[in-house]
């Protein structure tokens, strides 16, 4: 009867973390803190549902386990790669609205694709200036 009772306190606990998670992704204002709120938060609520999936139904527990150490391994790798990324993408949205400034650039026939791969905006327009030419020859 107690270790039901602690299962099911694990399984409120869990699911309580996830609900907090989806309505910080829902109601946080930028980016970079909806990230917060989905990676740690929803972290301990999946702990939480594992503990007392475990504790329910002792036999999964090793399963439980590798799950928990594989969520606990990818999910910061996964946000800060998912961080880095939209960092990078804010820094050539600035870079290109000052290139516009500069120039006469349209914003839309540029592919951005090539600045992830470390390429200088420079080199992106050079490189669609030349497949421009290319396809009009």
């Given at each position: ?10 399984l ?24 917060h ?39 910061p ?61």
């Amino acid at each position: 009867m107690i270790i039901e009772l602690l299962g099911i306190a694990a399984l409120l606990f869990g699911l309580f973390f996830s609900f907090v998670g989806v309505v910080g992704v829902i109601r946080m204002p930028d980016m970079y803190t909806r990230l917060h709120a989905s990676g740690k938060v929803a972290v301990l609520g999946l702990f939480g549902l594992l503990v007392g999936t475990s504790i329910l139904m002792p036999s999964i527990t090793l399963k439980a386990l590798a799950l928990g150490l594989f969520i606990l391994l990818t999910v910061p790798v996964a946000s800060h790669a998912i961080a880095a990324s939209e960092y990078r993408r804010q820094e050539l949205i600035g870079e290109l609205v000052g290139m516009q400034e500069e120039k006469d650039i349209d914003m839309e026939s540029i592919d951005v694709t090539g600045y992830l791969s470390r390429s200088s905006v420079k080199d992106i327009i050079e490189a669609n200036a030349r497949t421009s030419q290319s396809d009009s020859n």
